[in-house]
């Protein structure tokens, strides 16, 4: 991985590519149309994080996972607001890393499938959600949730599994004007949890201190 960046292709065992720098990255992606995007920040032509914006620029979304030495919060919160799905910091072991590739797999899948189920609905564990009706159901008991929870539990479930900043939850949900007030968030999250993990061991909304949420992804 050192090189630059790994684009797999097919199956995350069998076949994958490697590429030496972003403009030949830029390039392959929408003839092949990989699985999955491994990034290093550290190209030799340009900054992984241009990569990254260029990629969602084009409205492509394939899974990014960025692998790099850098290791600062403030880099982690930047590649994943421009539209990353995950940050793994060097050294890692292979095991994680295909641990990740599979739950940005499982991603893409859920998202394939939303799109396509006609009655759309989201299962999560024992968590439900009927776009249409917008209710939310746990355990079959119905949960009754304020507009700005609803929106938080949307957005995080259209993302499951993705790690979203405060910044960008703050922008989808309050607007650009708010981005700075993570209080406000803070409290929303802690009465959907309270909401939604009621009479369940499940957890569903994880914190990632200092970077943002993520709704995980449970066994049905």
């Known amino acids: 991985m050192g090189i630059g960046s790994a684009i797999l292709q097919s199956t995350i065992y069998t076949r994958y590519f490697t590429l030496s720098n972003g403009n030949t990255t830029l390039q392959f992606i929408p003839i092949f149309q990989p699985d999955v995007l491994l990034l290093d920040l550290m190209l030799p032509d340009m900054d992984g994080m241009d990569i990254i914006k260029q990629i969602r620029a084009a409205n492509n979304n394939i899974p990014i996972i960025v692998i790099s030495a850098r290791d600062e919060d403030a880099d982690k919160v930047q590649a994943l607001d421009f539209g990353a799905d995950d940050y793994l910091t060097k050294p890692f072991s292979i095991d994680e890393l295909l641990a990740r590739i599979r739950v940005s797999l ?24 009927n776009f249409d009706s917008q209710t939310v159901k746990v355990n079959q008991n119905e949960i009754h949730l304020t507009p700005t ?13 993705r790690v979203l900043t405060h910044r960008y939850l703050l922008k989808e949900v309050w607007g650009t004007e708010s981005v700075e007030d993570t209080s406000s968030l803070r409290v929303t999250i802690a009465t959907l949890r309270k909401k939604i993990e009621v009479n369940t061991q499940n957890q569903y909304i994880k914190t990632h201190i200092g970077v943002g949420y993520q709704m995980v992804q449970l066994d049905s």
Not at 106 to 129: D, H, W
Not at 149 to 161: D, F, G, P, Q, R
């Open 106 to 129: 499982r991603r893409t899948n859920i998202i394939y499938n939303k799109g396509k189920n006609s009655i759309n609905n989201y299962y999560n564990g024992e968590l439900t959600i």
């Open 149 to 161: 929870e609803y929106k938080v539990l949307i957005i995080l479930a259209e993302n499951t599994s």
